[in-house]
């Protein structure tokens, strides 16, 4: 729910395992209500994200639709209506049409092509809306992935044809690896994994979704990062074992230095919150029932301020500040009522290009971000930006940071500036500044933050004159 990135795969995929949550995990009324109005907002914002021909873009604003994407959100859309959600209809139907009229028009032998074209295909069955011609020809272009077999399977069989859906089962092994464009569509093995088990969860074929269920089950359970994207297929795809495996009422008592209670757990799952405090925290449980039941204590939490590492694992960072004048400062020094230049540069050390890299500056307390877009024209804003600034897909700017979303070649740089002027008087925390490629969690780059000390205020300019490289 945390996800920090507001594009539409995350206002996905945010929501969607959590149109399914109290049918597998114990929930409070307010737990369940917060449920229940995320995914309205999901639901509400992905309008946002919606062309004229139907489809979904990845930021507000952009032109060219995502084949993917459009899948997907739509694929939730679907989903949430069948929960009792109030979907547009609208919005909907031009989303499924978008899907339809991309169907028929498709013919590719690329891997991801064939993954993109198997998804709309079994998100069009799934609403009761399948083009029968174009999974017939899909087949004729080549041996495709695993997990695309297995959707087109979960098609025919959605649309009423179950001999002709175990028979492309039956012959496809469920042997799940990385191919050429997987990062195209957000993929992952495990992600992949999941979408067989979501096919099969189709077909009701339990004899073989069972141990995959249980590989999944290992691999959430590992400690490793995942990308929202794969962790959004997981859940939806396991939920269903979840809920069944629910067939006992278990009764477990828990105390620690805060307090102690009893919980009843009716469902595979409960969560319940403890209050964290300075020092060890010891937690005491004791299973009053037949029924056996697993704890894990899970922590979650942020670096103490400064004490982060640094990292340089496949994308590299370094960040310059200047004064209105252009001349390099130290942000320790910087007076009150100075105007602060931030130059952020992000380069790729990896061995593969990467798409979707976010970049995130927070400011400190002390200091207020500009936006230089506001008061001026288009026209303006192009050409101050491109002097300044490498291009980008998107830049979110809000009081306290900016984050910046692009893609990098294989050994490319690319700078980034922002705008900040020092407005109050104290001693304030300069954040760390971070950039990682969002659908690969393991690549990411950190320059530590630090403390900065009280400075006077700034000495007054003789006239007023608009700084280079601020908008005027």
């Known amino acids: 729910i945390g996800y920090p990135h507001g594009c539409g795969e995350q206002t996905t995929s945010k929501a969607f395992p959590q149109l399914f949550l109290a049918d597998a995990v114990s929930l409070t009324s307010e737990q369940a209500e917060a449920a229940r109005v ?50 547009p209809e609208t919005n909907l139907q031009d989303a499924l049409g978008y899907l339809r009229s991309q169907t028929g028009i498709w013919s590719s032998r690329d891997d991801y092509s064939r993954a993109e074209q198997a998804y709309r295909l079994y998100v069009l069955a799934l609403a009761g809306k399948p083009d029968i011609p174009s999974m017939n020809r899909f087949m004729e272009y080549g041996t495709p992935p695993p997990a695309a077999v297995y959707q ?50 189709s ?119 200047m004064d209105g004048s252009e001349t390099i400062v130290d942000p320790d020094k910087v007076a009150l009522g100075q105007d ?20 995130t500056f927070r400011a400190p307390s002390g200091w207020e971000l500009s936006n230089p877009r506001i008061g001026r024209t288009g026209d303006e804003d192009a050409d101050a930006d491109s002097a300044v600034d490498s291009a980008y897909d998107y830049r979110d700017i809000r009081d306290d940071r900016v984050m910046t979303y692009f893609s990098l070649s294989r050994g490319e740089s690319r700078k980034f500036r922002m705008y900040a002027n020092k407005t109050y008087s104290g001693e304030f925390f300069l954040p760390a500044i971070s950039a990682e490629a969002m659908y690969f969690p393991e690549i990411q780059a950190v320059i530590p933050g630090r403390q900065l000390s009280v400075v006077g205020p700034a000495t007054l300019p003789s006239k007023t004159t608009a700084p280079r490289g601020l908008p005027k």
Not at 172 to 193: E, F, H, Q, T, W
Not at 344 to 355: H, I
Request: overall charge positive; aromatic content about 8%; hydrophobic content about 45%.
């Open 203 to 321: 077909v009701g074929d339990t004899a073989r979704a069972l141990p995959l269920f249980k590989q999944i089950a290992e691999e959430l359970s590992s400690g490793k990062d995942y990308s929202t994207q794969s962790l959004s297929f997981a859940l939806v795809a396991c939920l269903p074992y979840m809920k069944a495996s629910a067939t006992q009422v278990a009764s477990v008592s828990y105390s620690y230095n805060r307090g102690e209670d009893t919980v009843s757990i009716g469902k595979t799952m409960a969560r319940i919150p403890l209050v964290a405090s300075i020092g060890a925290l010891g937690v005491k449980l004791a299973n009053k029932s037949s029924a056996a039941v697993y704890a894990r204590v899970v922590t979650t939490g942020i670096p103490k301020p400064g004490k982060e590492k640094i990292r340089n694992n496949g994308l590299s960072l370094s960040v310059q500040y």
């Open 38 to 87: 995320n995914v309205m907002a999901a639901i509400a914002k992905l309008k946002e994200f919606q062309t004229a021909r139907g489809g979904f873009v990845f930021w507000p604003g952009a032109y060219e639709e995502s084949q993917w994407l459009s899948a997907y959100i739509s694929h939730f859309l679907v989903m949430a209506k069948r929960q009792g959600y109030v979907v």
């Open 152 to 201: 087109l399977a979960a098609a025919y069989a959605l649309s009423g044809m179950r001999d002709k859906a175990l028979s492309l089962m039956n012959n496809m092994a469920i042997n799940v690896k990385i191919y050429a464009g997987m990062d195209r569509v957000y993929g992952s093995v495990l992600r992949d994994k999941a979408l067989v088990l979501d096919a099969l969860n």
């Open 340 to 359: 602060v230049l931030v130059d952020v540069r992000v380069s790729n050390t990896s061995a593969d290009n990467l798409g979707d890299v976010a970049l």
